[in-house]
């Protein structure tokens, strides 16, 4: 009866004491929170400007993911570092969440959901060039909502065709 009872005390603390070992692996990791909601425990090795490089537990190759993608990074000290705020587009109706780049950075990661193109007639004479062109980046605006997009790479800037100005795109977002 005594040894029963050993081995249910030794099974116990054995169980115990993997439990901690396990708790203690996992507070010495990072923890990246990902666009998607996805989390992944890491050790985070040193960020950039559009950047988190990281290693997986127990590896020391390293992974490099753009910022794009992750929304917070808490670190095993427990402190948290927000790094971007997730745009949600549900449609045509969230257009004016949409942002607008001219920098490849800015989209990297993230997925093409569509080439655009916006155009406009000339407004009049008088009408400053600055209108027309805000008038077509309203258009690529509700264009990118309705492809799902939060982001437009412009790659073609205002164009002056005759009567016509046009600027062409292209629409990225999350997976």
Not at 59 to 76: D, G, H, Q
């Amino acid at each position: 009866m005594l040894n029963r009872i050993q081995k249910l005390l030794f099974s116990t603390l054995l169980f115990g004491v993997a439990i901690t070992n396990v708790n203690a692996q996992s507070a010495s990791n990072d923890t990246i929170t990902k666009m998607s909601g996805e989390r992944i425990a890491v050790k985070v090795l040193s960020t950039s400007e559009n950047s988190v490089t990281f290693s997986w537990p127990g590896e020391t190759m390293t992974i490099s993911m753009s910022k794009n993608l992750i929304e917070e990074i808490k670190f095993a000290s427990g402190r948290k570092e927000k790094l971007s705020e997730k745009i949600v587009i549900r449609g045509e109706g969230d257009w004016e969440k949409v942002k607008q780049t001219t920098q490849a950075s800015d989209i990297e990661g993230l997925v093409k959901k569509g080439d655009i193109t916006g155009t406009t007639a000339n407004l009049g004479l008088y009408t400053p060039l600055k209108k027309c062109e805000a008038k077509i980046i309203v258009q690529l605006k509700h264009d990118a909502a309705k492809l799902g997009a939060h982001i437009i790479l412009i790659t073609n800037p205002l164009v002056e065709q005759r009567t016509r100005y046009t600027i062409g795109g292209v629409a990225y977002g999350y997976k």
